[in-house]
């Protein structure tokens, strides 16, 4: 694996001058008012300023933008992923500390990084976490497709991984009932139109000549995304070192989909065959698609696009679990 592009754990015990704010997504998966009490009781004793609950996209932005000014040091998100990437946008290339408590339900980023998937325990870490101050500089992603332009957390999907999460959220009473096994069921019923009539995705690295694929995925950093307990990590040897992964299948057969599914899921490379195909972008994964291709990052659909730019993008300060290396690769499990 590549040696991370950051300053690595810092701290000390010494809290820096300001305070805390907390940000709240209402409607994230684990997100219930005895947990919302038990976060702000903990950071409480790390000088917690103000509770912000999301009404809408933009408004975490503002108030965290006006804590900033009022010298906060850190700010903690209780939510899942994409509230995360908001928190993670507004504070990019600052001195002030995120922390990620997994209140969605997967938390890519938050678990990548060391937190346990199980809520109730990462609170139960958080008050030695915040007087071990023990802090990793991380670089995140930066996609353009449409009207989007924004960071990302973790993963980029274009093709079949995309389109599978556009099922999965225009379905969000099967989401409910089968959590993760939506996700399944979704990809088998995309993963067959898919191999019927796949799109062109013409994948330009770096500037270099394009090269055809049907379905992409990319990374900034390890793994992917999480199956239950299991890491699924489609893009080995990807870190938070400022470069893209990305693997790519140019047949979108149901064999090939299931073969890669199923080495992932059981923590094997699928290798490389004259399917697969992949490598890292130091600078930008261009991609052009016809017809028009979903995409998604970190669990959010962002509509069907004809052209998705990936590049490495800011850099986040973030607080570690005492004992967490971010660079060690993806955790066993929790």
Not at 158 to 174: K, S, Y
Not at 247 to 260: F, G, H, M, Q
């Amino acid at each position: 694996m590549r040696p991370a592009a950051a300053d690595p754990a810092t701290g000390g015990g010494s809290r820096p001058a300001g305070g805390t704010l907390l940000v709240v997504n209402p409607w994230a998966t684990k997100v219930v008012p005895n947990v919302r009490a038990r976060a702000t009781r903990a950071l409480a004793a790390d000088g917690l300023l103000d509770v912000v609950v999301t009404r809408e996209k933009g408004h975490a932005r503002r108030r965290i933008i006006e804590a900033v000014d009022e010298g906060v040091h850190t700010v903690a998100c209780l939510g899942g992923d994409g509230v995360l990437a908001e928190v993670a946008d507004t504070l990019a290339e600052t001195d002030v500390t995120v922390v990620p408590l997994p209140g969605g339900g997967t938390n890519v980023f938050a678990r990548a990084v060391g937190w346990p998937s199980s809520l109730e325990r990462a609170l139960t870490l958080l008050p030695t976490a915040l007087a071990a101050r023990a802090t990793a500089r991380l670089r995140i992603g930066w996609i353009h497709a449409g009207e989007h332009r924004r960071v990302f957390m973790m993963n980029a999907g274009v093709g079949i991984d995309a389109e599978t999460v556009h099922w999965v959220e225009g379905h969000t009473g099967l989401k409910r009932r089968l959590r993760q096994g939506s996700f399944i069921l979704g990809a088998w019923r995309v993963g067959v139109r898919y191999a019927r009539r796949p799109p062109r995705i013409d994948i330009a690295v770096d500037g270099a000549d394009p090269v055809t694929a049907a379905t992409v995925v990319a990374t900034c950093g390890r793994p992917y995304t999480f199956l239950g307990t299991r890491p699924l990590d489609l893009v080995p040897g990807a870190a938070f070192d400022g470069a893209i992964a990305w693997r790519a299948l140019t047949r979108a057969s149901v064999n090939e989909i299931a073969r890669v599914a199923i080495s992932s899921a059981a923590g094997r490379d699928p290798g490389s065959d004259s399917a697969l195909i992949g490598g890292v972008a130091l600078r930008s994964l261009t991609m052009t698609a016809d017809p028009v291709t979903a995409v998604q990052t970190d669990g959010e659909p962002l509509g069907w696009h004809s052209r998705i730019e990936l590049r490495p993008g800011p850099s986040i300060r973030v607080l570690l679990p005492s004992g967490s290396d971010a660079w060690s690769g993806p955790p066993a499990g929790d």
